[in-house]
């Protein structure tokens, strides 16, 4: 190290040689805090027990059909990217934790005014759709109800420490979220003839709902995975 060191100090200018030095004093546990803090992709949870068994269970799977898939034929495309997208966002939800919380007063806002933002159009969509929905005789109870899960999905965008989630321990909020975001994908498949053969071109009321869902549930997966300039 002290060679390396040396060279540095030969090869670079005093201000890069002081920062070269700088970084070569931080501690490799600090480094990888610094690393999932700034780089969201880094930024995943080392699982242990019940819940490393499940994602390991949920990867293996994913693993399995494409390695089957690839040797014996492909599904029916619709139905290969969902299969593929209702595994993977169950798995985003579950080993990518929630943004951090901001530390300083002017992060912080900066995090509530992004975070306000995605949870009103989130609810713009789904009040915009229930006003059509209603107007066109679709049930209420459905209606309102859908509304409810979009509210829900709003709420939890917001960044609230006691929701928890922001270290390598799941929260509460993550299984509902998982299980919502296959659940969108999955309703393609088992309803795959219904959708894209009896009535394709003509959706119902429950396929416009499962896409404003989707819309809302691959931005948060987007949000956790990539950051919120993507989504």
Do not use: C
């Not at 066109?136 to 509210?151: D, R, T």
Request: charged share 15%.
């Amino acid at each position: 190290m002290t060679t390396t060191t040396g060279k540095l100090e030969h090869k670079l200018s005093p201000d890069l040689t002081a920062i070269a030095l700088e970084a070569e004093a931080i501690p490799a546990e600090r480094q990888g805090e610094l690393i999932r803090e700034y780089d969201a992709e880094s930024n995943f949870r080392r699982l242990a027990g019940p819940v490393a068994l499940i994602v390991t269970t949920i990867a293996v799977v994913l693993s399995s059909f494409h390695i089957y898939t690839a040797g014996f034929g492909l599904l029916v495309e619709i139905k290969h990217r969902t299969f593929h997208l209702a595994l993977v966002l169950a798995l985003v939800f579950l080993v990518f934790p929630r943004p951090l919380i901001a530390q300083t007063a002017t992060a912080a806002t900066r995090q509530w005014i992004g975070a306000l933002g995605f949870a009103v159009f989130y609810l713009y969509l789904a009040f915009d759709l229930a006003r059509s929905l209603l107007g066109s005789g679709e049930k209420p109870s459905i209606v309102y109800a859908f509304v409810a899960l979009v509210a829900f999905i709003a709420f939890m965008t917001l960044p609230i420490r006691r929701f928890g989630g922001h270290a390598d321990r799941t929260s509460w909020i993550d299984w509902p979220m998982a299980a919502l975001a296959a659940g969108i994908s999955l309703y393609l498949l088992v309803f795959f003839q219904d959708v894209f053969v009896a009535r394709v071109g003509s959706p119902i009321g429950p396929d416009y709902m499962m896409g404003v869902l989707a819309i809302s549930m691959v931005r948060e997966a987007t949000r956790r995975t990539m950051g919120p300039l993507l989504a």
